[in-house]
């Protein structure tokens, strides 16, 4: 497995982060206004170069962006967050969310966990967390969940290319 991820890396270029944010698609633009969810965006201006494969990576923002949509209280506000600290680039993306049914936060990324009543009743398969962690580890960078005071938030860290 190791070999693969070796391979993998040597394949990617660097490309700005900001091109694959999520919220730009026009079928999530709809699923937020109908709704009745509010967007609340702050993205560093400045271009960020991460090393990425830029189809990978546009799974990874829809994912955690479409589970926001999803799973947020409605009417709710989502918020997406992107600034470089240090040597990372780090993204956040947040949602309200009623009672998570989940004492640890990082089971959401378990293979297959669909905790809450509202994850069973959606018929997801309960693996997209799980990919969108792979998917960001063998972009060598990492992934967090934290649940507080009704947000659950998201927040994914690349070393940002020069």
């Not at 660097?14 to 633009?29: C, D, F, M, Q, T």
């Not at 702050?42 to 546009?58: G, N, P, T």
């Not at 962006?65 to 999803?70: D, E, L, Q, R, T």
């Not at 994850?119 to 693996?127: H, T, W």
Request: contains cysteine.
């Amino acid at each position: 497995m190791k070999s693969i991820s070796f391979i993998f890396q040597y394949l990617l270029n660097p490309r700005k982060i900001g091109a694959v944010l999520p919220s730009s698609n026009y079928l999530a633009a709809k699923m937020v206004e109908k709704e009745g969810l509010d967007i609340q965006k702050s993205i560093m201006e400045k271009d960020i170069l991460v090393s990425m494969d830029i189809e990978k990576m546009i799974r990874v923002y829809d994912n955690l962006f479409m589970n926001a949509i999803i799973y947020s209280m409605k009417p709710s506000l989502i918020k997406i967050h992107l600034q470089i600290v240090g040597i990372k680039a780090v993204f956040t993306i947040s949602n309200q969310t009623e009672n998570l049914q989940v004492q640890d936060v990082s089971k959401l990324f378990e293979r297959f966990y669909r905790g809450d009543k509202a994850r069973k009743e959606d018929g997801g398969s309960g693996i997209g967390l799980a990919i969108t962690k792979r998917i960001i580890e063998l972009h060598c960078g990492t992934i967090e969940a934290d649940y507080k005071e009704g947000w659950l938030t998201f927040t994914i860290e690349f070393i940002v290319k020069e």
